[in-house]
T-cell receptor
Framework: NAGVTQTPKFQVLKTGQSMTLQCAQD?????MSWYRQDPGMGLRLIHYSVGAGITDQGEVPNGYNVSRSTTEDFPLRLLSAAPSQTSVYFC?????????FGPGTRLTVT | KNEVEQSPQNLTAQEGEFITINCSYS?????LHWLQQHPGGGIVSLFM???GKKKHGRLIATINIQEKHSSLHITASHPRDSAVYIC?????????FGAGTRLTVKP
C-alpha cells in the first residue's frame, strides 16, 4: 500500500492564480480530509468527505473547493490564491480507528 | 477559545525519563487523537481512543471522558522520541487540534 499520497510537494503561486492539490489513498477509506498548518495556529480542518459524492466544510473552508468523484481521490482546489493561503497542506484518510496523513504540500503565494 | 488545550508547550527530558503530556478539551467528542509530527514535517497517528486506555510499545494513551482530559505517556524516553505531539478531538466528522507539545529528549 502506498498509503496517502500528495502532489506536489512544493508549489509557488502568484496572487490570483488557481491550482489543484492532489490527494489519493489506496486503503479504501471512506473519510478523507484536508488540513492546513500554520505557525502559531496549529492544524485546521478545511474540508472533509465521508464518501464518494459527499463533501462538507470544516473550520476554514473559504477560498477552497473540493470534490470526491471516487473513493481514492480527494483534490483540493484553490480558486484564486491569496498570500493568506501560504501554508503547509496535509491530506488524511481515516477508517474506524486508523488515520493516515499524506506527506504534505508546502504552498507559497506571493 | 480553543476547544483543545495542551500542556506543556515545550518539554525537555533526559533519555530514560518517564514523560507525560496532557490534553484537555471543552466539547463533547466522538474520539480523541494523539499525533506525532517529526522535525521533517510528517504526521503519524499514534492513537485514536474514545474511552479507557491504549498502549503501543512505550506509548500509553488514557482518556477520562467525564473530566474531558487525556494524557499521553512515554516510558523509557529516547532521543528518537523528540517530536511535536499533537492532541486532537473529533465529533460529527469535524476535528479540532491542540497547539502541540514540543518534546526534546537529550541523550
Amino acid at each position: 500500500n502506498a498509503g496517502v499520497t500528495q502532489t506536489p510537494k512544493f508549489q509557488v503561486l502568484k496572487t490570483g492564480q488557481s491550482m489543484t492539490l492532489q490527494c489519493a489513498q489506496d486503503m479504501n477509506h471512506e473519510y478523507m480530509s484536508w488540513y492546513r498548518q500554520d505557525p502559531g495556529m496549529g492544524l485546521r480542518l478545511i474540508h472533509y468527505s465521508v464518501g464518494a459524492g459527499i463533501t462538507d466544510q470544516g473550520e476554514v473552508p473559504n477560498g477552497y473547493n473540493v470534490s470526491r468523484s471516487t473513493t481514492e481521490d480527494f483534490p483540493l482546489r484553490l480558486l484564486s490564491a491569496a498570500p493568506s493561503q501560504t501554508s503547509v497542506y496535509f491530506c488524511a484518510s481515516r477508517q474506524v480507528d486508523e488515520q493516515y496523513f499524506g506527506p504534505g504540500t508546502r504552498l507559497t503565494v506571493t | 477559545k480553543n476547544e483543545v488545550e495542551q500542556s506543556p508547550q515545550n518539554l525537555t527530558a533526559q533519555e530514560g525519563e518517564f514523560i507525560t503530556i496532557n490534553c484537555s478539551y471543552s466539547v463533547g467528542i466522538s474520539a480523541l487523537h494523539w499525533l506525532q509530527q517529526h522535525p521533517g514535517g510528517g504526521i503519524v497517528s499514534l492513537f485514536m481512543l474514545s474511552s479507557g486506555k491504549k498502549k503501543h510499545g512505550r506509548l500509553i494513551a488514557t482518556i477520562n471522558i467525564q473530566e474531558k482530559h487525556s494524557s499521553l505517556h512515554i516510558t523509557a524516553s529516547h532521543p528518537r522520541d523528540s517530536a511535536v505531539y499533537i492532541c486532537a478531538v473529533s465529533w460529527n466528522n469535524d476535528m479540532r487540534f491542540g497547539a502541540g507539545t514540543r518534546l526534546t529528549v537529550k541523550p
